[in-house]
């Protein structure tokens, strides 16, 4: 894996960490309404692609900025002192 994937990896889970904080609780209520009516995800080319290309075998990577991008506000409180 290059520089250059691993930091695009850990950058989409930083963000995804940081819209999950925000939106935590509309995400779940949409998704148990969405498991209710049986509605999948459509079969996207591009998603499956890139979920295949970097996702797969990067799942910590994308796990740690997806944890940090949770406790960003608090890092920054730690490290700004």
Known sequence: MS???????F???????????WVAGLAAVLALVLVLLGATTPDIGLVNFVIEQYYQGNELLFLAGLLFGL???RTRDVVAG
């Open 3 to 9: 520089l250059f994937t691993a930091v695009v990896v």
């Open 11 to 21: 950058v989409v889970g930083l963000l995804s960490g940081i819209v999950v904080r």
């Open 71 to 73: 406790d960003a506000e």
